[in-house]
């Protein structure tokens, strides 16, 4: 399947795609491992994801979530992040980026309201995709990605289509190495399942809302 063409035909449709099958048909074709920057909301999530990429990548973990707060939560999130990659497997890289909260609070400037899924949160996932892109620019690597299809409350419709995006935005310079985005479903073929019973074989901290404050308050106000 030619990536590219075919999910534009199919997303000018508005028909649901099957991220996962064009992961699938997509690796299908590898005759070697490439390298793939992946973009890490947190340890669970990476688990079922380096699960089933690691016989297709040489992965790198991007750490790059300035929408966690407070800032104790963040570096929670982080270092359960790194214990599980040593624990797992400590040949997989990590990239850490400083926390730019700052960054995220300009991009939610006006969407404080919006409810998980909504307008905000399409400019978290681009901010932090974007960035993921960057630095896989920066240092050459032949994919970037996302764990965060994994995650049954996420929109992976979103996800991909901004994604492709990024990767049509930065790959029109002629000058710059080009690099594909991974689509992805990772919650399907039971991979959220599979997230949560890692989490639990490795003692992982699992959170109780998605990241920002504003999620956290909904989360609150729901449980009231
Ligand atoms: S709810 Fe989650 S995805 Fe949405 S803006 Fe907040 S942290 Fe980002």
Not at 133 to 142: G, V
Not at 168 to 178: D, L, V, W
Request: positive net charge; glycine residues 4%.
């Amino acid at each position: 399947m030619k990536k590219e063409k075919n999910i534009e035909k199919i997303q000018k449709t508005n028909m649901k795609i099957n991220y996962n099958y064009c992961m699938e048909k997509e690796l299908e074709h590898f005759t070697n491992k490439k390298t793939i920057l992946l973009h890490s909301c947190c340890g669970p999530c990476s688990t079922a994801v380096i699960s089933r990429l690691k016989d297709y990548f040489e992965i790198t973990i991007l750490y790059y979530n300035p929408n966690i707060e407070p800032i104790e939560e963040y570096e929670k999130r982080k270092k359960e992040q790194i214990r599980f990659l040593k624990e797992y497997d400590a040949s997989i890289g990590f990239i850490d980026i400083d926390y730019e909260n700052e960054r995220f609070r300009e991009i939610a400037k006006g969407l404080e309201k919006e409810v998980e899924g909504g307008a905000r949160c399409h400019k978290c996932y681009y901010l932090r995709l974007q960035k993921t892109m960057e630095k896989a620019l920066e240092n050459h690597f032949d994919y970037f990605g996302t764990t965060l299809t994994v995650s049954p409350y996420k929109n992976a419709q979103m996800i991909n289509t901004i994604g492709l995006k990024i990767e049509e935005i930065y790959n029109q310079s002629k000058n710059s190495q080009k690099i594909s985005f991974l689509v992805s479903d990772f919650k399907k073929k039971e991979g959220y399942k599979k997230s949560i019973e890692l989490s639990k074989k490795y003692d992982l901290y699992r959170q109780e809302y998605c990241g920002c404050m504003f999620s956290k308050n909904e989360i609150y106000r729901n449980k009231k």
